[in-house]
């Protein structure tokens, strides 16, 4: 079914920028849900980003009004511009798809996803 595969992360120094790039093959027209959620070692994968494919909503976590989502449905591609980037942004960044609608009370509960990528590694250090 669908397939997601994430890319770009890397390691950069405080107050650099990185942009990931999660590409997305099956059938990708079914979804309405994709976006991108962070794991770091010892803590719980939290929701960063999400937008929807029906309507382009957006949804941020309060701690990263830094970053900036974005779709390029041409080439079935989310997007995730992180500016300013600080060592608490270090993780492990994965992307996620769902077909469910998208709300601004339930975006970032990651069991209502049923797609995931294998993650791309974020270090944010000097």
């Known amino acids: 079914q669908v397939q997601l595969v994430e890319s770009g992360g890397g390691l950069v120094q405080p107050g650099g920028s990185l942009t990931l790039s999660c590409a997305a093959s099956?059938?990708?027209?079914?979804?309405?849900?994709i976006g991108w959620f962070r794991q770091a070692p010892g803590k719980e994968r939290e929701g960063v980003s999400c937008?929807?494919?029906?309507?382009?909503?957006t949804y941020y976590a309060d701690s990263v009004n830094r970053f900036t989502i974005s779709r390029d449905n041409a080439k079935n591609t989310v997007y995730l511009q992180m500016n300013s980037l600080k060592p608490e942004d270090t993780a492990v960044y994965y992307c996620a798809a769902g077909y469910f609608k998208l709300e601004p009370g339930s975006w970032s509960d990651a069991y209502e996803y049923d797609y995931w990528g294998q993650g791309t590694q974020v270090t944010v250090s000097s």
């Open positions: 099956g059938f990708t027209l079914d979804y309405d849900a």
């Open positions: 937008i929807s494919s029906s309507d382009s909503s």
